[in-house]
DNA sequence: TCTTGACCTGGAGCGCGCTCCAGATACGAG
DNA sequence: CTCGTATCTGGAGCGCGCTCCAGGTCAAGA
């Protein structure tokens, strides 16, 4: 099974190596599995779960909500707990798009007027 | 002419007084007029205009992104200098939707699935 | 007049999300 | 075997956006 060094996962994932630790470290991913003399292989799957990851922290979710998320999902519980989370994180983000859209109308208003 | 107290300001503004300051320090308002005894006093003007400032910090836009916005609608500015700031700031706003949303379809399938 | 509470200033402190560093270890090329 | 580069660890440092604090001033009510 073909797997990456973290310097190659770090440039797919498009973060830093120190990210990826970090967020190792907190718990968001991993643990990565580790070679005969501890350097760690990243799989396509941690790359697959990586991915994840930074698709949230890009929407602008936090550490601690992505704690929770992985919580979620990687433990034993029930579905409709499950989906009950997973229905107030979306809720909150489709906040955050209603915040911008507002932001939005308001740059459309100067450019009208100055346009 | 009626205004308002830094409390009052800061809480029909839903912010901190503590907030209103750091933004005038900053730049972003003001500077608030001052009654006889150096306390701010807030216009509705004045209002409005932290209305804007809060709104795009809702929407996520830094300190420093929001400090270019004063400087160009306040300065004299060529119109389509203006005007090719605002969209700029737009179409990174637009990305951010962009952002979320794909964070959204990500709920969205995990919800079907467990749902 | 006295008390009480809102407000003032400058500056320190804090939580977040990385980012960087020192010193040590692993490994591939020559 | 040697060299150079990549990686390891724990921990310090940093920029952002507030938030809090000390010590003092102002203002309205009893």
């Not at 099974?1 to 190659?8: C, E, G, K, R, S």
């Amino acid at each position: 099974m073909t797997t990456l060094a973290p310097a190659a996962a770090a440039d797919r994932a498009g973060v830093s190596i120190d990210t990826l630790r970090y967020y190792e470290r907190e718990g968001l991913i991993g643990p990565i599995r580790r070679s005969a003399g501890g350097r760690r292989e990243y799989t396509e799957d941690d790359l697959f779960w990586i991915g994840l990851i930074t698709c949230f922290r890009e929407a602008g979710l936090g550490i601690a909500d992505l704690r929770g998320f992985v919580a979620i999902l990687r433990a034993e519980h029930p579905p409709q707990e499950r989906v009950a989370f997973l229905r107030e994180r979306r809720a909150a983000l489709e906040q955050r798009v209603a915040a911008l859209c507002r932001a939005m109308e308001v740059l459309d208003e100067k450019i009208a007027y100055y346009g």
